[in-house]
Structure formats: C-alpha cells, structure tokens
C-alpha cells in the first residue's frame, strides 16, 4: 500500500498536486499512478522522479512523486508552491519531456496501436509497454554508468538467440525489444532451472576469452574456469518461464560462479542443491578439468564485494531524492560478505 503525492507539471511548471492509495507497494512501480491520475484528471501522464518518501527498503509509506501531464487539468489542489531546478545527475527520463521522447523514440520503429504505458521508472531504467496490433513491445531507458543493454543482448544472441529477447531496435541506454512469453520466475521450479542454468553456462562458455565489457575488480579464484560475461543480476525474477533472461545492464565481465552465487541468494535453500548440481554439471561439460565447486564456494563471498561496488556506483551517479533507494546497500553487502563462511 502506498500514500501518493502527485506533484503534476506542465513543460516543467508546477500546476497542482493531489492525493491518492495505490495497492502496489513498490515506488519504481508507477504503471498503478498514471492510471489513477489518468482516468481522475482526464490527461496523460508520466511519473518523472520520486521527490522523497516516508518509506523504507523501496516501498510502503508516503511517497511523492515529480508527475509530468501533456496539459494542465482540473481537479488539482493549487495551494502549495513547488520548484523544479535541474540536477546534474538528472536522467533524461526524469527530467520534462524525457518520457515522451522515449516513447516517440519508439514509435519510429513500430506502429503503435494503442496508448503507451509507463511500466516503471526510478533511477536505473524507465519502462513502457506499447501495443502493437495483438502484441505489445517494450521501451526502456538506461543510465550511462550500466552496460549499454542493447550491445549486450546482441552478444549473448550471436551464441544462444533463444536466451535473450528479441530486439527491435537499439541505441546506448535505450533498447525496444519484443514481449517474452511467460511469468517472471521468482520462485523457479525444477524444470526452469534445469532449462536456463545450463544454457547460460554455454553461452558463458561460448563467450569467454578476451574482456569485452569490464570488470569490477572482484577476483574468484579460478578453478579452471574461464573469465566471461556475466548478467551481473541473474536472479530468477529476471528470467521468463519461456526461457528469457532479461534485463542485461548490469552486465561486466569476471568469474562466472558471480552469476551462479547471485542466483543463490534469491532462491529458497531448498531450491540451493539443485542449481548446485545443475551449474556445476553444466561446466563440467564444458571445462571437465575444472573445480566448479570450488570456485562457487569462494563466489558465495565475492558476490557481495561485487554488489557493495555496484550499490556504490549507483549512489555516486544519482541524483540526490533518489538515493534512498540504495542507501545503506553497500553496508549491507559488505556485512554479507563478512558473514560467508568459505
């Protein structure tokens, strides 16, 4: 449950606020806001930036939001005053204007039939959901201090063209990809991870030798496996239960048991054997000299050194109101990693 504040612009011109409950908890989920501002203020809008919150662990409490409308409505409180300089380390998607451009951005590649939903927006990505005809595709935007998500993808796809979706059109920090069948796997089932590990760990295989991304400065030993591309997020809720792996941005190059100790620490324990098994049959496949036991033993630790960096560099490039998001998170990892017996 969320208590919303909507600060509506208009061309960046404060013209009113309202107030409002959304069931959805989660802040960067913004799809449920611009319906309700939407459908009781007659206009089209787009959720710029959270303003501050109430909330904690990105969810709950009051939240305000920086809402853009494509003209000023009826209905808006008016008896506050509220300013919107520009901050440096400002998105283009949360400044005005920059949710629109993405969404005409892709409509030069597609012909949408229908009105342009906004998904999501914080301070790692915006998302939009577009019908077309009988299908939808989907917009998204990325800071430039992940991997650009578009090159990634490609990657990936010049070996296993099935494990990645379908791209429609890319640029640096903005990518159009069609929808990818199925649920998102937060809780995978047997048959999930039998089929996604093992394809991941070919493709990995497949895409080792010389950095093409870089790397987060975070050593494994190797125990005979080679460095490669590594999601850099391989939990389960970024699979599809189609196959997809998706959301490739936080992708850098290092040790593949990174991905394999990710996926651990999102799954339940007794789900831990299995994928165990199934990443470390799957090397063994490909590296039978190798230790993959062994190296995962000393990922369970370096994982959270990996994700202390990664907290930190989204907290040296965001603006201000939005750090909440990540404060505290690079302690946090930290003290896990403490924590991990090797």
């Not at 998102?184 to 070919?202: G, K, L």
């Not at 990995?204 to 460095?227: K, M, W």
């Not at 991905?259 to 470390?280: K, M, N, Q, S, Y």
């Amino acid at each position: 449950m969320r208590e919303v504040k909507a600060l509506v612009t208009v061309g960046g011109r404060y013209v009113g606020s309202t107030a409002f409950t959304v069931d959805s908890p989660w802040w960067n989920d913004v799809e449920p806001v611009t319906e309700h501002l939407d459908r009781a203020l007659g206009v089209t809008t787009a959720v710029l930036r959270l303003v501050s919150t109430t909330g904690e662990g990105g969810r709950d409490g009051e939240v305000v939001y920086q809402v853009e409308a494509d003209r000023v409505p009826a209905g808006l409180s008016t008896g506050e005053h509220h300013e919107f300089p520009d901050a440096p380390k400002r998105l283009p998607w949360a400044r005005p204007g920059g949710p629109a451009e993405l969404v005409a951005w892709a409509d030069r590649h597609v012909s949408r039939t229908g009105k342009a939903v906004q998904v999501k927006t914080w301070n790692l990505s915006c998302l939009y959901r577009l019908p077309v005809g009988r299908a939808v595709v989907w917009a998204k935007a990325t800071p430039p201090f992940m991997a650009d998500e578009g090159r990634v993808v490609g990657m990936v796809a010049e070996v296993d063209p099935t494990l990645v979706p379908e791209v429609l059109a890319a640029e640096p920090g903005r990518l159009l990809m069609a929808d990818a069948p199925g649920r998102d796997c937060w809780h995978p089932t047997e048959d999930e991870i039998t089929r996604v590990v093992p394809r991941w760990v070919a493709a990995q295989a497949a895409l080792a030798g010389p950095p093409r991304l870089r790397a987060h400065g975070v050593e494994v030993p190797a125990h005979g496996l080679p460095d490669t591309l590594l999601h850099g997020d391989f939990h389960p809720g970024n699979w599809r239960s189609g196959g997809v792996v998706l959301d490739w941005a936080d992708a850098h190059w290092g040790h593949p048991a990174l991905d394999a100790a990710r996926l651990l620490g999102f799954t339940a324990p007794e789900a831990h054997a299995l994928i165990e098994r199934v990443w470390t049959q799957a090397w063994l496949e490909h590296r039978p000299d190798s230790d993959p036991a062994g190296a995962l033993r000393h990922a369970r630790r370096a994982v959270h050194l990996v994700g202390a960096r990664i907290y930190q560099e989204f907290l040296d490039n965001i603006e201000d109101s939005e750090r909440v998001y990540h404060e505290g998170d690079p302690e946090a990892e930290l003290a896990r990693a403490q924590s991990v017996v090797v």
